[in-house]
């Protein structure tokens, strides 16, 4: 079945580095464009990057500091997170970007979302 | 930047009955670039509806999506008591981007 599972997060200090996966199957990831999203503890949901075959966006929070990336044989995406900050602790979900035209519009949505994986940073 | 706006903060409801959760909009949102999203403690957020209305797959019918422009709606017409979750509203924006609301908590009364 579609299954996306995040994996590599972990306690880290303040300005440390680290590097989240999301490994996909049961579907053509190649196809597909992919995002990051994250929570606070005890918050809202956050948007924090995205990426097709050809590009990618960050949210200005994370802009410079985190590294979006794709290894389309592998079926994985993966983010780079460095410089990290105690606001940057959070649970980190990987989704499957959903943007199509549906005539006569055009559609955007996350269809499918990893379980997470939670990242710490402290001294 | 469009900020989305969730209200009531928190919805509290007996079982069997109807939950209406609101999102408005600072600017007008293309409909087909709203979705609804529920999300169970220590789950992951779940696709509701795309569109603004339409449901996605596997998505019961109680749920339905309304609304345009700025205001726009999630109606739950019969509580189950697998329903009482959070609620997050989302839209897409340019560069690409995306941005969520708040969340409307919906507790059991």
Not at chain 1, 4 to 27: D, T
Not at chain 1, 50 to 62: C, E, H, R
Not at chain 1, 85 to 93: H, K, Q
Request: glycine share 10%.
């Amino acid at each position: 079945q579609v299954q996306l599972v995040e994996s590599g997060g972990g306690l880290v200090k303040p300005g440390g580095s680290l590097r989240l996966s999301c490994a996909a199957s049961g579907f053509t990831f190649s196809d597909h464009k992919m995002s990051w999203i994250r929570q606070a503890p005890g918050k809202g949901l956050e948007w924090v990057s995205y990426i097709t075959n050809s590009g990618s966006t960050y949210a200005d929070s994370v802009k410079g500091r985190f590294t979006i990336s794709r290894d389309n044989a592998k079926n994985s995406l993966y983010l780079q997170m460095d410089s990290l900050r105690a606001e940057d602790t959070a649970v980190y979900y990987c989704a499957r970007v959903r943007m199509e035209w549906l005539l006569p519009n055009y559609y955007s949505y996350m269809d499918v979302w990893g379980k997470g994986t939670t990242v710490t940073v402290s001294s | 930047e469009i900020v989305l706006t969730q209200s009531p903060g928190t919805l509290s409801l007996s079982p069997g009955e109807r939950a209406t959760l609101s999102c408005r909009a600072s600017q007008s949102v293309r409909s087909s670039y709203l979705a609804w999203y529920q999300q169970k403690p220590g789950q992951a957020p779940r696709l509701l509806i795309y569109g603004a209305s339409s449901r996605a797959s596997g998505i019961p019918d109680r749920f339905s999506g309304s609304g345009s422009g700025t205001e726009f709606t999630l109606t739950i017409s019969r509580l189950e008591p697998e329903d009482f979750a959070v609620y997050y509203c989302q839209r897409y924006g340019s560069s690409p981007s995306w941005a969520f609301g708040q969340g409307t908590k919906v507790e059991i009364k």
